[in-house]
């Protein structure tokens, strides 16, 4: 190792003592209500599968055909060469999804929002964020350097304070908020901030990731779930998670997608998504389109699961979504939790700072329509005997 890389050294031993290095696992499986993990058979309580569509078989014989005719890459960036009609043929159906009139997919959701916010606002302007937006919405509102202002976690009456002190001071403004967090599994009260916005002159946006596949009327997402569409200038969303594949996607006023065909960054400058991602992401949309099953699966899984870790005795948190936090405290206690259910069979990760704040330390478990009752009741049990073991519950 080059003497220049020994800080390199000392912050991993850092974070090795205060119980914060990822430890990462390895899956030899697809991705399901079970997996194999390090060689071992175990219970799936980790991944943003929502609807078991990342090993459906409609969606994986969809990827098939479409590479078997247009091959794998997209071999370009969208302006250049990249753009096939498969990806136009995915942003129609999922505008019409969605209830918009334009969409525009980028890698991943994370290109999404660095992509669409510089694009919105920059020097001179000012972004309105929740104080619990996710990492990709920091990122991108830093590199649009636009002046920052958090608002306190889903408070609009906090967010309408900060738009009296500081929305005269700046040209154009951005409200962005979460739509679900993904740690705590709240949703943001957006008819409220809606609301609020109202009153100024700024544009809203609303991260779906967690939201879409899962919020609202099957799955069509946060916006529909309050019932909010047209009101919401920018919807940006993950075909990642509930989707099953990897992708991002920006939707709403068909300007707004003309415009980051021009200045969206990552859309210019790094190539399209893949055409099996494409084409899964098409069959996904089929899927969710032709009923409601799986999203009904979900919320059924969601409250049972619950209802049933409550009654044990385990503090969940806020969350009124699938993702369900089992709040432990201290990052130490996480990662030991995490480790004794993987030896029960189960693979529930810890999360501890910088994901969330010091002191909250967690197993996130991620309910999916993919589990049946009997993988959520072994789950349940495994939470029962280790939470004994390790003092959590009497
Ligand atoms: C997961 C997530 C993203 C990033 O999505 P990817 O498609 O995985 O890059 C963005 N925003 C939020 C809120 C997320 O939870």
Request: glycine share 10%; aromatic share 8%; with cysteine.
């Amino acid at each position: 190792m080059s003497a220049k890389l020994q800080w390199i050294q000392d912050e991993l031993q850092n974070l090795k003592e205060s119980g914060l290095y990822n430890q990462i696992r390895t899956l030899s499986s697809p991705q399901g209500a079970w997996l194999v993990v390090d060689g071992q058979r175990v219970l799936n309580f980790c991944s943003n599968n929502y609807l078991g569509l990342a090993n459906h078989p409609r969606i994986v014989e969809a990827a098939r055909k479409a590479a078997a005719e247009y091959g794998v890459g997209p071999a370009a960036v969208r302006t250049i060469a990249g753009t096939m009609d498969l990806h136009l043929k995915l942003e129609e159906r999922l505008a019409a999804f969605k209830g918009v009139e334009a969409a525009i997919t980028f890698q991943s959701g994370f290109n999404a929002n660095i992509g669409c916010i510089p694009a919105l606002v920059g020097k001179g302007d000012v972004i309105f964020s929740d104080e619990l937006n996710h990492a990709s919405i920091i990122d991108g509102s830093r590199l649009s350097r636009a002046q920052i202002v958090r608002y306190a976690h889903c408070d609009a009456q906090d967010l309408k304070r900060a738009l009296q002190e500081n929305r005269t001071k700046f040209n154009r403004a951005l409200v962005i908020t979460d739509g679900v967090f993904s740690m705590d599994g709240d949703v943001a009260p957006l008819d409220e901030i809606y609301a609020v916005t109202q009153e100024f002159d700024t544009i809203l946006m609303v991260d779906d990731a967690h939201g879409e596949g899962v919020l609202g009327k099957g799955g069509r997402g946060i916006v529909d779930h309050y019932g909010l569409h047209g009101k919401v200038e920018v919807e940006m969303g993950t075909l990642s998670k509930a989707f099953g594949v990897v992708g991002g996607i920006v939707s709403g006023d068909p300007l707004i997608v003309e415009w980051l065909h021009q200045r969206g960054r990552p859309f210019l400058f790094s190539s399209a998504m893949t055409v099996p991602d494409v084409a899964a992401c098409l069959a996904a949309v089929d899927i969710l389109e032709e009923s409601t099953e799986l999203v009904d699966k979900l919320w059924q899984n969601t409250r049972y699961f619950k209802e049933e870790m409550r009654n044990l005795g385990f503090d969940t948190g806020l969350s009124t979504t699938p993702i369900t936090p089992v709040m432990l405290g201290e990052a130490s206690l996480a990662q030991e939790f995490s480790r004794e259910l993987f030896k029960a069979g189960v693979f529930g990760m810890s999360i501890g700072f910088p994901t969330v704040p010091r002191g909250k330390a967690r197993i996130r478990v991620m309910i999916s329509a993919a589990h049946e009752q009997d993988d959520l009741d072994q789950g349940l049990a495994a939470f029962a005997s280790v939470g004994r073991q390790l003092g959590v519950i009497a």
